[in-house]
């Protein structure tokens, strides 16, 4: 792995810790900070340096290292449906989806 790589490695691992950090203890983050540490995801995903499934995994250990419990306690077990790579579900959650007609209907 080059010093490039492993620089934007870390450089990801120190925004995610951040954010999620400042989330956590209540603080603000501006939505443009996830917007680049997306980007940075995403960068790290096209130059092959993590795969999505690897930048998924690093933010779940991250998340529960910090907060105490697994982004599924936070979002459910289906978050990867509603947020998918390199979109990370810390500032908004998905919108409850109810039905627009009977479930009894063909």
Same mark, same amino acid.
């Given at each position: 792995?080059?010093?490039?790589?492993?620089?934007?490695?870390?450089?990801?691992?120190?925004?995610? &810790?951040? %954010? %999620?950090?400042?989330?956590?203890?209540?603080?603000?983050?501006?939505?443009?900070?996830?917007? /680049?540490?997306?980007g940075?995801?995403?960068?790290?995903?096209?130059?092959?340096?993590? &795969?999505?499934?690897?930048?998924?995994? /690093?933010?779940?250990?991250?998340?529960?290292?910090?907060?105490?419990?697994?982004?599924?306690?936070?979002?459910?077990?289906?978050?990867?449906?509603?947020?998918?790579?390199?979109?990370?579900?810390l500032?908004?959650?998905?919108?409850?989806?109810?039905?627009? /007609? &009977?479930? &009894?209907?063909?």
């Amino acid at each position: 792995m080059s010093d490039t790589t492993n620089a934007l490695i870390v450089l990801i691992d120190q925004r995610l &810790s951040d %954010i %999620i950090t400042r989330l956590h203890d209540g603080g603000d983050c501006p939505p443009a900070q996830q917007l /680049r540490l997306e980007g940075l995801c995403e960068a790290a995903g096209l130059i092959g340096a993590l &795969s999505p499934e690897e930048l998924c995994q /690093r933010f779940e250990q991250r998340y529960l290292a910090i907060t105490g419990h697994t982004v599924e306690a936070s979002y459910g077990d289906r978050w990867r449906s509603f947020y998918s790579f390199p979109t990370l579900p810390l500032f908004a959650e998905p919108a409850p989806v109810y039905p627009t /007609r &009977s479930q &009894s209907t063909p």
